[in-house]
């Protein structure tokens, strides 16, 4: 390191204030989520996801009429370019479906009709087709890698519903559409997490949105991350394959030092407030559909963990059971995640170009001393 | 913000500590460089790009028999999947390089026979496929959009000679291949530069190699970042266009307090060492091409800039000159510096993957205080 003024921090930028936002307040303490400073509960209760975009990129609610214009802005741009169409055509069929998503976004860029400006209206416009577009591309390669014909949009229906419809083939029942508008409220937003960060890191050499979005889709895909509402699931189905009891299956795993994905979080010390509506979706989804063993095999391994390891579920636990009583597969849990998400992510470029400032840290020089000779080839 | 412990930082996370790292020593207030301790003026002079390869993945200069290793292996991978040249033969002809560089770059990862292991080895085989592809992406694309053919590649040449022989469809002289081997070694690596930085976040939550590579190319793209370099150009040929008098150009700039690219440094407060060298290039190839104008407009800008903002030339912009000089079209500036650049990124990569720890800071948030009501709709 030079001489200069710096300062040291934790591991992981851990509890390190790297911005300033207006977007999401979280009270790890309390267990606080809020967006526009509106309780994540209030408006897990009242509000749909398209208003919940609305919040997160104009900073307030909507009016009536206001709601009704960005409603018909992202059924409007219910639409793929055939070129991205044919790039999950012939995209291999057992790839991971996020390197996929990651692909055909980055490949969105081309034929944006603001590509070139990066100015705070044209970003906006951005942040309307990129959310309306993800899930259409998560549906339609799912269609295609299962041999089926890729769906129309119906402009006519929710964002929610259409997703529901365009990967489904058939239109969602009034409880699965109003339990994925919940999922996509909860998942909206969530501070300064990974994948918000690497969105602004990456917006705020002046990049553009696009750039910024693809590498918060690449963040989101990790295990530590989005990744890990699918790593619960496949514990879920090892114990039920196995006919395990769940207790002593997460036993074994933590007598291996295997940590238990969908537990604990960097910044919540209690209940993660999603956590707590995806717990009920969870059970009543459960319910409806006949298929209660997931979600009682998640209570007890959630009652075991709290009381062994004092750790909380959070938004990741719950959410395996509920997306799979959906009927979602497996590998589309983080493409979800990234359906909402993109709404998080967006609303924090804007933010982020409207006052920017590289982010550029530095790294504590650990290597060999300076200055290290370069030794000749026949000297080695 | 919560009751929580944070540390408040400066804007952009100028100072700030965000790991440790044995890869890159900076000293900035000393104008020193150094690539795992060694000098990059001894490695400008005696290293080639493939022998700083080595250096920045495996941590020391390799002996001969390693060298000749390492080179196989990255001319033996200087193929494409059909799949990916035939995603540049569809992409528009007008877009931005840096935009395909980056879907392309996505989309090996469905073909890379490692795509779904993380493991050191496995990344170093990535890094070693990405650093080979990565050039012939950039060559292709820019054939493909001017209507000529795709060069096969030789393996038999170095690194730079191979993408110079891709690009221009005839083998470099020996003076091009060199100048362009010393830019290749000069950009490999800078610590903790954004686009580097965007790679170790996104791999930070185990994401994969392709996805925080991914990230890196859209960080690069922005012009306070890789983009300078293109911006420099630009405005070389703007003043060229007009026979202006470059001076009297960039005071008007500054008088409509417009900032000149290619000047001042968020790490050096002297000069950047990387100018040193590419000063020099851009003097000798404009005097041997016969294309002096170029570095004397260069060299009048910087003397004024220096003289009266007391601001010093970065490694943006002499590279500038020197890559037109070199006959590489202006777009294609940031790719150039991506095909260097990608060999720090993975080593980057792999150094977070190591040891890693999610990355992941807080904001303080500053919006609508909590808790702000959720207003029925009939009530806004």
């Given amino acids: 390191m030079s001489s200069l003024t710096t300062m040291n921090t934790p591991k992981g930028l851990e509890g390190v204030v790297a911005t300033t936002s ?7 303490d309390q267990g606080v989520l809020a967006y526009r400073g509106i309780d994540i ?33 992202m059924a409007a741009e219910r639409k793929l370019d055939p070129a991205v169409v044919s790039l999950l055509h012939t995209a291999p069929k057992g790839i991971q479906p996020m390197d996929v998503l990651r692909t055909a976004v980055s490949a969105l860029s081309f034929y944006d009709p603001d590509e070139k400006s990066n100015d705070h209206d044209a970003n906006i416009r951005k942040s309307v087709r990129l959310t309306s577009q993800i899930p259409m591309i998560v549906a339609a390669y799912d269609r295609i890698r299962k041999g089926k014909k890729v769906v129309e949009p119906d402009r006519s229906l929710s964002h929610a519903a259409n997703f529901l419809l365009q990967l489904n083939g058939t239109p969602p029942s009034v409880t699965a559409e109003r339990a994925l508008d919940i999922a996509l409220i909860l998942h909206a937003d969530h501070e300064l997490n990974a994948s918000t960060f690497a969105a602004r890191v990456t917006a705020a050499t002046l990049s553009d949105m696009h750039s910024a979005i693809t590498s918060a889709i690449g963040a989101l895909k990790g295990p530590l991350h989005g990744g890990a509402n699918e790593a619960v699931f496949q514990i879920l189905q090892a114990i039920d394959k196995a006919g395990a009891d769940p207790v002593e299956y997460v036993k074994g795993m933590l007598a291996q030092k295997k940590k238990i994905p969908g537990f604990g979080h960097r910044v919540y010390h209690t209940e993660d407030p999603r956590a ?11 319910h409806s559909s006949g298929q209660d063993k997931w979600y009682d095999m998640s209570a007890r391994i959630e009652q075991f963990v709290k009381a062994d390891k004092n750790l909380n579920a959070n938004v990741d636990f719950y959410s395996a059971s509920t997306y799979h009583t959906m009927g979602i597969d497996v590998d589309l849990f983080t493409p979800v995640f990234a359906i909402s998400r993109v709404s998080g992510w967006t609303a924090h470029v804007i933010e982020q170009l409207d006052d920017n400032r590289l982010i550029r840290p530095r790294a504590d020089y650990i290597g060999p001393p300076y200055p290290e000779r370069y030794v000749p080839m026949e000297q080695r």
Avoid: V
């Avoid at 207006?22 to 790890?28: M, Q, R």
């Avoid at 009016?63 to 009704?68: P, S, V």
């Fill in 22 to 28: 207006s977007i999401c307040y979280i009270d790890g």
């Fill in 276 to 286: 707590t509506h995806l717990r009920k979706m969870s059970r009543d989804l459960g």
């Fill in 41 to 73: 509960h209030e408006l897990a209760d009242n509000s749909t996801f398209e208003e919940t975009c609305y919040l997160l990129w104009f900073g307030k609610l909507p009016t009536r009429e206001e709601l009704k214009q960005l409603r018909d802005r």
